[in-house]
């Protein structure tokens, strides 16, 4: 343990929680390391900024902003079985709602998520870039659990949908293609992450 950690130790618990927030940055005497750039070296952020990221994280993904977020979902669910009945083309109408809610909830998690990359952008590098094992063995932690899983269900739903041909905005060798990536992608991220974790 680091000086400067003493007190920080339960943020870094809670932050990691929520997709491993916290796991982007390293801890060194007088700060922390951030990586900006897969490829290049990392630069300096210190305590009180980390705790500033730390806890803006922590709001976005707060059982409110999350309690919002799914809640819109559902509001988007029942204005499309509305929609569904009355348009004239059920397909593209109904589609509006979830693709908006998509993009706004993208936005929300990317101003925080982008959030050290603006902080440090007019900063100097005070390393050298890392192993690019160590790049994805990284990537791979700031990946939570429950997130995966979500997304391997979502994956999987979404290939069994295209398989029986209820895919209604792309062809459905297009849709099965896609869907076969995300789900094997996933798949590996998942074994490769519990690869990590017995090392």
Do not use: C, H
Request: proline share 6%; no cysteine.
């Amino acid at each position: 343990m680091y000086p400067n950690d003493e007190g920080i130790l339960g943020a870094r618990q809670v932050a990691g929680l929520f997709g491993g927030f916290d796991k982007q940055f390293t801890p060194i005497e007088g700060g922390y390391l951030y990586y900006p750039s897969a490829w290049k070296g990392a630069k300096l952020v210190t305590v009180e900024e980390y705790k500033q990221l730390i806890a803006a994280w922590k709001r976005a993904t707060s059982v409110r902003a999350m309690s919002l977020i799914v809640g819109a979902g559902i509001l988007g669910v029942v204005l499309m079985g509305f929609l569904a009945g009355d348009a004239a083309n059920p397909t593209w109408t109904t589609m509006i709602f979830p693709l908006i809610w998509m993009v706004g909830m993208s936005a929300w998690f990317l101003r925080s998520s982008l959030a050290p990359w603006y902080l440090v952008k007019n900063r100097p590098y005070v390393s050298e870039p890392r192993p690019r094992s160590e790049v994805w063995r990284q990537n791979r932690a700031m990946q939570s659990w429950p997130a995966l899983g979500l997304f391997f269900v979502i994956s999987a739903k979404g290939l069994f949908d295209a398989l029986q041909g209820k895919e209604i905005l792309f062809p459905a060798s297009v849709a099965t293609a896609w869907w076969s990536f995300m789900l094997a992608a996933f798949t590996l991220v998942s074994v490769l992450k519990f690869r990590d974790r017995l090392r």
